[in-house]
């Protein structure tokens, strides 16, 4: 991953009070809150913004499908959200036996 591409994840990071950073030789980035507290949902939108939902306008269909596919996308979202707000870093480490320090 090219560095200057980490350094901008990390600036959204640190711009929505995820990670913090410091300057200097023993500098660098940690977590800003604690890892329980921080959920994907969090990340994910930190550096990519809201999940869309929705749809594009102008795609040509009929307003009765074109309604009911925008009502089933919503509830993709909605489910989509609550899942991820559900995943902290705290339960990933632990899935994957890594440790915060």
């Known amino acids: 991953m090219p560095e200057r591409f980490l350094l901008e994840i990390l600036h959204y990071l ?4 995820i ?8 500098g660098g980035y940690a977590l800003a809150r604690c890892p329980q507290d921080i959920t994907l949902l969090d990340v994910i939108e930190s550096v990519d913004g809201p999940l869309p939902v929705g749809l594009p306008e102008g795609t040509g269909m009929p307003e009765p499908f ?6 089933q996308l919503e509830q993709v979202a909605a489910s989509t959200r609550s899942r991820l707000a559900d995943i902290s870093l705290q339960c990933l480490a632990a899935a994957g036996s890594l440790r915060f320090a």
Do not use: I
């Not at 640190?14 to 009070?17: A, D, E, S």
């Not at 990670?19 to 023993?26: D, M, Q």
């Not at 074109?66 to 009502?71: F, I």
């Open 19 to 26: 990670v913090r950073s410091s300057r200097g030789g023993g």
């Open 14 to 17: 640190v711009k929505r009070g």
């Open 66 to 71: 074109r309604g009911w596919l925008r009502t």
